[in-house]
């Protein structure tokens, strides 16, 4: 097990070396950056002292070397635009951003997965099949489409809900949340539906066959026939055994929760990394895509680990497998 | 008038309906199991040896169901009880142990957890003494090291030492009678007769009934007081053990025991029953076993028979009319 763990960490290292080196091409490939720093009257010396004062002559491997310990530090440089530490900006916009996804993952998993069990134990009831068919509207309209559609009837129609923004937030140190007001959480309502709409109907889906799947086999015939209550057979007995694949679905869903945001914030006016992430792609502020790029790669990682890691706390058989390698 | 039966089965009728129309899978067998008594039922795949058993626990797989006929545990009837009652009754009541050992254990959970889970379902225990007992159960089944074991995941164990598990989940909360269907078939040729020996031994020292389902005629002999030959949904012989095999008197019957090899016969071929048992939306009219069977009357192509009596057991055989009238 712990063998495991750490031949995962040093993967998980050697992924973020490559997503690094990416970030790192992208100040090249985009030209050069002084010229992105200066104005047109600047003298060819001054290009040349503000280049060595960069560090922008030393050779590339060291350049790379620099950029890596910076960003080890959460040194990401500074804003073209903002003229601000891109750490700083990002540390303001993270959290609307991550409780955005975590709430939609959490309505997705809380919603998903009952929806799932119920649709896979009662296959032909009307509930079922009306699910189902939700299920189709999740899978099948665009994120922005929901969005609007859930704006017009929510917010501009009922106008219960905001139809953009985050409400009041609380400042906890340096993190802004939204969750202890009552506006605060009323924003969050709509976005978060919006975005955790198409998880939830991954989930409810996957859930559901995984259950048809569980429920044929031979050791729950058996709980039957030991006559043990039939909750805990669905949803102790058999629950249990369609885990392992929820799981990485869902691991993998937030990874993209987060990442692709973008859209529902720019619907939402969201105030998260996205909308920064599309502001910078408009106006090339390359050091905030670079950190944009490897703050995603980080939590894609992160997150893989765990979904790993959380396979052994389900599935006994790998614990044993890995114990005898 | 003898004591009344621990499980009397009568007229049980049980039907799938498929698109093509009902198919009758079971057709009116009756049987009778005495408490303590081991039952064996034999017969080819798809003779409904399964399905009678399913039956009897209830868990018959939709759509099919028990179209006719009656369950009697110890004179209640049990194959019409709804849903909630007939649950509590599994595992409490009837016990069950399947054919694969290998997929009958939740691989998720370690076999403490399953076993103390059932106990506590049926018995008014705490989980301190449910846990003692468990131990206690697992020992009397053959698991060494019991007490270690409880924290250990079904797939540690071999799949003779499962199969023991399974049996001690079957027997956990003392039910009186086991449904043991093929209990032995998936496993090892070398284990095959412990798990029998061992079903038989904890059986006997707990005084429960078993209905046996195999296809093996020789664990039958070693285990069974009764045997109940079925075919195509019928039961084509019921009696002694001993006296259906020394000497049967349906032809299947016959068949199947000219079927097993004898380490002592003198026979170099087994005999081999022509033909094969008929699909269920095929079955002839008259005896099921007409077009196999060696000895057909026009009778058998017309009427089907009903159990009579041959010697001391019973068997399904027009047959057996003319030898009675031949002065047996």
Redesign the interface.
């Given at each position: 097990m712990l063998a495991f763990t750490i031949r995962r960490l040093l993967q998980a290292i050697l992924v973020m070396l490559v997503v690094a080196l990416i970030s790192f091409t992208l100040f090249r490939f985009v030209g050069d950056p002084v010229n992105q720093m200066v104005g047109v009257e600047t003298t060819p010396e001054q290009r040349e002292a503000l280049r060595e004062l960069l560090g922008l002559n030393d050779p590339i491997l060291v350049q790379f070397g620099r950029f890596i310990t910076k960003a080890a530090q959460f040194d990401f440089g500074t804003s073209y635009q903002f003229r601000q530490p891109v750490a700083e900006l990002i540390g303001r916009r993270l959290p609307a951003t991550l409780e955005l996804s975590f709430v939609s993952a959490v309505f997705a998993l809380l919603v998903g997965i009952p929806m799932g069990v119920y649709t896979g134990l009662h296959r032909d009831s009307v509930l079922s099949k009306l699910f189902l068919s939700i299920s189709l509207i999740g899978i099948s309209l665009p994120t922005f489409f929901i969005g609007i559609l859930l704006i017009f009837v929510f917010a501009v129609t009922l106008q219960w809900l905001p139809s953009f923004g985050r409400g009041e937030v609380v400042q906890l140190g340096w993190w802004s949340t939204g969750l202890l007001t009552w506006s605060g959480i009323k924003a969050l309502i709509l976005p978060a539906i919006t975005l955790g709409l198409f998880q939830m109907t991954l989930i409810m889906r996957l859930v559901r066959s995984e259950m048809l799947e569980v429920i044929r086999?031979?050791?729950?015939?058996?709980?039957?026939?030991?006559?043990?209550?039939?909750r805990?057979i669905n949803f102790r007995?058999a629950l249990?055994?369609t885990l392992v694949p929820v799981i990485t679905i869902t691991g993998l869903q937030l990874g993209s929760i987060i990442a692709f945001a973008i859209i529902t914030e720019t619907v939402f006016q969201w105030p998260g990394m996205g909308l920064l992430f599309l502001q910078s792609v408009q106006n090339v502020d390359i050091p905030i895509m670079a950190a944009y790029l490897m703050l995603i790669a980080f939590l894609f990682v992160t997150i893989n680990l765990i979904v790993d890691l959380l396979y052994f706390r389900?599935?006994?058989?790998l614990r044993?497998e890995r114990a005898a390698h | 008038m003898k004591r009344q039966p621990l499980l009397s089965v009568k007229d049980l009728r049980v039907e799938f309906p498929t698109r093509r129309g009902v198919l009758t899978a079971i057709d009116g067998i009756s049987f009778n199991l005495r408490e303590g008594e081991v039952l064996g039922v034999v017969g080819e795949s798809g003779a409904g040896k399964s399905i009678t058993g399913t039956a009897v626990i209830g868990l018959l797989e939709p759509p099919g169901r028990i179209a006719g006929g009656e369950i009697r545990l110890k004179g209640e009837r049990i194959d019409n009880l709804p849903p909630a009652a007939m649950r509590k009754l599994r595992g409490k009541r009837i016990g069950m142990v399947f054919q694969d050992p290998l997929t009958s254990l939740n691989p998720l959970f370690t076999i403490g957890d399953q076993i103390i889970e059932t106990i506590m379902t049926h018995l008014p225990v705490s989980e301190r003494e449910a846990r003692d007992r468990a131990v206690a159960l697992l020992e009397e089944v053959g698991i060494p090291a019991a007490g270690d074991r409880l924290s250990a995941y079904p797939h540690q164990f071999s799949g003779g030492m499962r199969q023991r598990v399974v049996i001690a989940l079957a027997l956990c909360a003392e039910p009186e009678l086991v449904i043991a269907d093929e209990p032995t078939t998936a496993l090892d040729v070398s284990v095959q007769s412990q798990i029998i020996r061992l079903l038989q031994r904890v059986c006997r020292d707990h005084g429960t009934a078993v209905m046996l389902i195999t296809h093996d005629m020789g664990v039958i002999a070693e285990t069974a007081d009764r045997v109940a030959v079925m075919y195509s949904g019928r039961i084509a012989e019921i009696g002694p053990v001993r006296d259906v095999i020394k000497s049967p008197s349906h032809p299947y019957t016959i068949g199947l025991m000219g079927a097993i090899p004898s380490l002592t016969g003198d026979h170099d071929r087994l005999t081999q029953i022509p033909g094969s048992m008929p699909r269920l939306d095929s079955i002839p009219t008259g005896c099921a076993f007409n077009p196999r069977c060696s000895l057909t009357m026009e009778r058998c192509r017309i009427e089907r028979p009903e159990l009579m009596p041959a010697g001391e057991s019973q068997a399904a055989c027009w047959k057996l009319l003319e030898t009675e009238g031949a002065g047996r």
């Open positions: 086999t031979d050791y729950i015939k058996f709980a039957r026939a030991r006559g043990l209550r039939q805990s007995h249990k055994n389900v599935d006994p058989r044993v | -």
